[in-house]
C-alpha cells in the first residue's frame, strides 16, 4: 500500500489511520421520527473521541445520506437520476455537519471536507489537506460523497481511503447487522457468521455487505474493509484496536 505522509501519529491500536464509513441511517432514531437523532450522534462522537484519545488512531469518516434522501428514492418517484443523487449528496452534508458537531463538542477537533463546493459551511475535498489535517490530530468528515451522482457513498468511503493511504476501510453497520454471513441472515437463522471472507466470495456469492463497485474498488487496491456493528457501544474502539469483531473482508 502506498504511504502518502510518514508524519502519522504515534499509535497504540492496529491501525493508525482508517476511513469509517458509517450510513445515515445510523444516525437516525427508531424510537421517534427523527431523522437525526442528538443522543445516538453524541454516543458515536464520543465513542470516536474517547478512542481516539486512546488509541492515537487517525480518523476520516463518510457519513451517507439514506435518513435523508437517497438517489433510488427520487428516481423511483419520476426524479431524474443526476438532481436525485444531488439531493442524496447533499443529505450527507447534513449528516456530516451534524457529526462535526458532536464531536466538537464532546472535544475533538473536526473538520468536514465536501466533494461539492460550498464554501461558508465546508472547506474543498483537498487530498494533501485531508492528510495535513490528519496529522494534526483533527477527525475529518468527507461530505457529499464524491461529488458525483450514480454512485452510493460506500464508493467514495474506499476512494477516499485509498487516497489518503488509510490501511482499513471500517463499514459500521446498524439495524443489527455484525458482519458478512454466509447467506442472508434474514431468511436462513442458521446463516453462520464469517469472521474473515476473501474479496472474491464476496462479489462470487453476492454477499450484499456493500456496493459492488466499492468492495471491487478496494480489492483493486488492496484495502481491507472490516465490517462490523456500528450500534454496539464499545465497537468503535475494539474496531481500532484491532480485536476480533465483525468481519475482515480482504
Ligand atoms: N450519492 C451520490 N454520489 C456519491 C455519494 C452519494 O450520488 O458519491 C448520493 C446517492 O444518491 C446516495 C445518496 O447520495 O443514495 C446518499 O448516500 P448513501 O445512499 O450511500 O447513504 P447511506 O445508505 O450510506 O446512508
Known amino acids: 500500500m502506498t504511504v502518502v505522509s510518514n508524519e502519522r501519529m504515534n499509535h497504540k491500536g492496529r491501525f ?35 478512542s481516539k484519545s486512546e488509541l ?17 428514492t427520487g428516481e423511483h418517484r419520476g426524479i431524474e437520476r443526476s438532481t436525485s443523487d444531488t439531493m442524496g449528496m447533499l443529505a450527507t452534508v447534513i449528516n456530516s455537519l451534524a457529526l462535526q458537531e458532536a464531536l466538537e463538542r464532546n472535544g475533538q477537533p473536526t473538520r468536514v471536507l465536501s466533494a461539492i463546493h460550498m464554501a461558508e459551511v465546508a472547506e474543498p475535498y483537498i487530498r494533501r489537506r485531508a492528510i495535513r489535517h490528519l496529522e494534526k490530530g483533527r477527525v475529518i468528515v468527507f461530505a457529499a ?53 476473501t474479496f472474491m466470495d464476496v462479489i462470487s456469492k453476492d454477499l450484499r455487505v456493500m456496493d459492488l463497485t466499492a468492495i471491487t474498488f478496494c480489492k483493486d487496491n488492496d484495502l481491507p474493509v472490516l465490517v462490523f456493528d456500528l450500534m454496539v457501544p464499545g465497537n468503535i474502539f475494539k474496531a481500532l484496536n484491532g480485536d476480533r469483531l465483525g468481519t475482515l473482508i480482504k
Open 145 to 197: 460523497g464524491m461529488g458525483n451522482p450514480y454512485f452510493t457513498t460506500d464508493t467514495p468511503a474506499a476512494l477516499r481511503a485509498a487516497e489518503i493511504g488509510a490501511e482499513a476501510l471500517l463499514k459500521g453497520t446498524h439495524s443489527g447487522v455484525d458482519g458478512v454471513y454466509e447467506s442472508d441472515p434474514r431468511t436462513n437463522k442458521d446463516a453462520l457468521k464469517l469472521d474473515e471472507v
Open 16 to 50: 493508525s489511520r482508517v476511513v469509517l464509513k458509517m450510513s445515515g441511517e445510523a444516525l437516525a432514531s427508531s424510537s421517534s421520527i427523527e431523522t437525526i437523532d442528538a443522543e445516538i450522534v453524541d454516543r458515536i462522537a464520543k465513542e470516536l473521541v474517547a
Open 56 to 72: 492515537g488512531t487517525e480518523i476520516a469518516v463518510v457519513v451517507g445520506g439514506g435518513n435523508i434522501w437517497r438517489g433510488t
